[in-house]
């Protein structure tokens, strides 16, 4: 039996192992200080990139902004300060430091540039969605940090590594940002920069743990405390908004799903209910209900049905729209229409 369950363990050991297929530690070391550096190339695809993703958020278009993603350069300095921080590498982590710093004034530079010139600069779903981060994607940058230095610790990584750029979205929160200074909006440009540096820490959080996980020499004997508690505190206490934000999300999700089963398990059924909007950061309701004719206790009812599920409404606006009046202007409609046609006929 104890044979048994050290063959077990052993067989789990392997199928787990990581060091096996791990590529030669220098190389490694090697590819994350090339990624390091921030001239040349790599500030020009950067510079591209964020004009890029600007476009895309000014139009919301995901599929440009996730190209812009890809095409950055933008992780290198964050892997390396992750690395350095685990192997104790004083001169790797202040080049990182330095190139992270760069990044940023770089980004905003561009983003506020263009958002300046562009006279169509408006406030889209995807600009505003990089400005409130919440624990989900904190939780996310560390597992994107762990799956990186993973990746990069193998011989070919290249697919896992521009996954993880797009799922971390480390450049739009930079646009963001930019856009807040070219309109003097201090909650875009806090929230964006907010959201690009908890991105960063985690990540880099997931990669110092990857490092330490896989036993990396240690590049000095001297090793950066005081950086690895900083960093660690540094980590909480950007968590905290994020964990507001994440508890924020939950009330007005929670608020949304409770309005919806209200409205189609209970007004539904006495109403015909067109069309709903729910706001569910400042808790209004809005319906249209179709009606015979013009029905002034409305309203009561509908916010009754509400007060009676402990749903507490700031406002809830009714519409009715007569289905006499419907008729008609559909009767309208289609013999404007006809009359096109006959003028179409007799030219």
């Not at 001239?39 to 020009?44: A, E």
């Not at 660690?232 to 934000?245: D, E, M, N």
């Amino acid at each position: 039996m104890i044979a048994k369950i050290a063959l077990f363990k052993r067989y789990i050991r392997q199928l787990f192992d990581l060091k096996s297929s791990q590529e030669a530690e220098e190389k490694t070391y090697l590819e994350i200080k090339e990624g390091v550096e921030f001239r040349g190339k790599n500030l020009w695809l950067l510079a591209f990139a964020i004009l890029i993703a600007c476009i895309g958020l000014n139009i919301n278009s995901k599929s440009a902004v996730i190209g812009a993603m890809i095409l950055s350069p933008v992780m290198g300095p964050i892997f390396g300060i992750g690395f350095s921080v685990g192997t104790s590498d004083v001169v790797l982590f202040k080049n990182s430091l330095q190139n992270a710093l760069k990044i940023i004034i770089v980004s905003v530079f561009f983003s506020t540039l263009y958002y300046v010139v562009n006279p169509y600069s408006i406030e889209t779903e995807e600009l505003i969605g990089f400005s409130k981060p919440t624990f989900f994607d904190v939780l996310l940058a560390f597992i994107g940090g762990l799956a990186a230095m993973l990746a990069i610790s193998r011989e070919s990584g290249t697919q896992v590594i521009i996954a993880v750029a797009v799922a971390t979205s480390c450049i739009p929160p930079l646009c963001t940002a930019g856009f807040g200074i070219a309109n003097w909006n201090m909650e875009y440009l806090l929230g964006g920069l907010y959201t690009y540096s908890i991105n960063s820490i985690f990540i880099g959080l997931g990669t110092l743990t990857m490092t330490k996980y896989l036993k990396f020499k240690q590049q000095s004997d001297r090793t950066i405390k005081s950086v690895n508690g900083w960093f660690v505190v540094l980590g909480l206490l950007t968590l905290l908004p994020a964990l507001y934000f994440a508890y924020e999300l939950a009330i007005q999700n929670m608020f949304q799903y409770r309005v919806e089963r209200v409205i189609n398990d209970k007004i539904e059924p006495h109403f015909h209910v067109i069309n709903y909007s729910i706001d569910s950061k400042n808790k209004i309701i809005e319906l249209d209900v179709s009606t015979t004719s013009f029905n002034g206790s409305i309203d009561a009812q509908i916010t009754q049905y509400f007060m009676q599920n402990n749903l507490k409404c700031h406002d809830v606006v009714v519409h009715q729209n007569i289905e006499e009046n419907l008729d008609l202007v559909k009767e309208i409609k289609k013999l404007q229409v006809e009359i096109k046609q006959l003028k179409k006929a007799k030219n």
